[in-house]
Structures are given as C-alpha cells and as structure tokens.
C-alpha cells in the first residue's frame, strides 16, 4: 500500500500560486478534467476516478481527525467504459465530486491547484513517502513554507465531506 502526507486549503485565485511553483522550479504536468464517485463502505473511503477516458478505483485510509493527514491507498485501473456502470450496480453512490485540476510535480509531491464544481478553488499538496515518514515530512514542511501556506488554514475534510455537508 501506498503512503502520502497531504494538505488541502482554500484559495481566492491560482495565479499567486502558479508563480510561486514556477519560481521554485515545479514541473507543470497539465490540466485533468476529473470526476471522483465516492461510494458508501464501512472500512475507510472508495471512490472511481474518471478523467481522459481513464478509471482508477482508489481505496485510501486516513484519520479525518488529525492535523497530519497521512493516507495509505491503493490504486487499481480499470475499463472507463465499464466501470461506472458496474461499481453502480455494486454500491450506493455518496456524492460527486467533478474538477478541473492542474498538476504541478516537485521533489516528488503532486501540487493540485483545483476549481471544484460547488466548492470553490483548492491548493493541495501530496508528498509521497519514499524513505520513511520523517523524511516524507521534511519535504512537505518544505513544500509548505516555498508556497507560504498556514497551517491553521488547512482544510481537514475530503472534498467528499464538504460535498456531503452542502446536502
């Protein structure tokens, strides 16, 4: 199983951010049209991504009710034309989560810049851990500082809660 550290918080605008990411010398990967169908389970989150003709189940574990936000996930590819279909008629789908992300690369951390239907813009940053936890947290306090985010900002909910909390 996989391991990350990750925050997410709110933004007025992504230009501020663009410019930062590109004067610390991120990659800008591109922009992905997604959506996340999150299904009701009892152990943990799973949700089906959709993005270009793509599908990923992703499985994914995290305490909701820390400020370090480690997540152990799993990610299996599957057929995009079946699998909406399929794991509809399998689970109860929770919610829906459609956005326009732009994927930024850095010292092995995904940077989202997303624009989410009915929330709002988001920052989020996802720091794989690849020697350890220590140093996994050494490069996303890193990360955190060059982006000048605040921690008492950070959002500590899924974009599926606060899709859930809108109903």
Same mark, same amino acid.
């Given at each position: ?7 997410? !918080?709110? @933004?007025?605008?992504? @230009?501020?951010? =663009? &410019?930062?990411?590109?004067? @610390? ?7 992905? &049209? ?14 089906? =991504?959709? $993005? ?42 929770? !919610?829906?989560?459609? /956005? /326009?992300?732009?994927?930024?690369? $850095? ?13 709002? =813009? ?10 350890? &936890?220590?140093?996994?947290? /050494?490069?996303?306090?890193? @990360?955190?500082?060059?982006? =000048? ?19």
């Amino acid at each position: 199983m996989a391991k990350n550290l990750e925050l997410k !918080t709110a @933004i007025k605008n992504f @230009i501020l951010y =663009r &410019n930062i990411l590109t004067g @610390i010398g991120a990659e800008y990967i591109r922009v992905i &049209n997604q959506s996340d169908i999150y299904y009701k389970t009892n152990n943990g989150l799973l949700k089906l =991504r959709l $993005f270009d003709d793509e599908a990923e189940l992703i499985k994914y574990n995290r305490d909701e009710t820390g400020k370090t936000r480690w997540s152990d996930y799993e990610i299996l590819k599957l057929d995009a034309k079946k699998a909406e279909k399929f794991l509809g008629q399998l689970f109860e789908v929770e !919610t829906v989560v459609k /956005k /326009k992300r732009e994927l930024w690369m $850095f010292d092995n951390s995904r940077i989202h810049l997303d624009n989410v239907k009915h929330l709002g =813009r988001f920052l989020e940053i996802e720091t794989l851990v690849l020697n350890g &936890n220590a140093d996994a947290r /050494k490069r996303f306090s890193s @990360i955190k500082n060059l982006l =000048r985010l605040d921690d008492s900002k950070q959002i500590l909910s899924s974009y599926r809660d606060l899709m859930l909390a809108l109903k």
